[in-house]
């Protein structure tokens, strides 16, 4: 295993606040923070289909995102419903580690739009202990 996914894995591997960015269809660039988790290649975060995000992302899939010294391009692209049997190791691994606050009211599950966002990572740079990644 590469070294930045190592350490990937160890500092985002759990509930994380990351900034996301899109771009609309006028150009105009958008950016919000996102509660997400890295998985080998890639983020995940549970978002709603019809929002301003995966509106988007729907128009344009290349999107940034950026935490915890990190920042890279990744490619979004929406998994469906959280339900589905396709989803099932993800939608596990997003409960367990949004579980402080995932049955706050703000996620429905019985809503077909509650769906996952995989954020694919294409290129980045990460900084540890002195020691900047570039992928």
Same mark, same amino acid.
């Given at each position: 295993?590469?070294?930045?996914?190592?350490?990937? @894995?160890?500092? /985002?591997?759990? +509930? %994380?606040?990351?900034?996301?960015?899109?771009?609309? !269809?006028?150009? #105009?660039?958008?950016?919000?923070?996102? @509660?997400?988790? /890295?998985?080998? +290649? %890639?983020?995940?975060?549970?978002?709603?289909?019809? !929002?301003?995000? #995966?509106?988007?992302?729907?128009?344009?899939?290349?999107?940034?995102?950026?935490?915890?010294?990190?920042?890279?391009?990744?490619?979004?692209?929406?998994?469906?419903?959280?339900?589905?049997?396709?989803?099932?190791?993800?939608?596990?691994?997003?409960?367990?580690?949004?579980?402080?606050?995932?049955?706050?009211?703000?996620?429905?599950?019985?809503?077909?739009?509650?769906?996952?966002?995989?954020?694919?990572?294409?290129?980045?740079?990460?900084?540890?202990?002195?020691?900047?990644?570039?992928?």
């Amino acid at each position: 295993m590469k070294k930045y996914i190592e350490i990937l @894995n160890e500092r /985002f591997g759990k +509930d %994380s606040l990351m900034a996301l960015a899109t771009v609309d !269809s006028k150009g #105009m660039p958008w950016v919000r923070t996102v @509660n997400a988790i /890295f998985y080998e +290649d %890639s983020f995940y975060t549970i978002t709603y289909a019809i !929002s301003n995000k #995966m509106e988007h992302i729907k128009n344009n899939s290349n999107i940034a995102v950026s935490g915890e010294w990190f920042s890279g391009h990744a490619i979004g692209e929406n998994l469906g419903h959280i339900r589905l049997e396709k989803n099932r190791k993800i939608a596990d691994m997003l409960r367990k580690e949004f579980s402080s606050w995932y049955d706050n009211g703000h996620t429905n599950e019985d809503d077909p739009n509650t769906v996952i966002l995989k954020m694919k990572l294409t290129d980045g740079t990460l900084f540890d202990n002195g020691t900047k990644y570039e992928f």
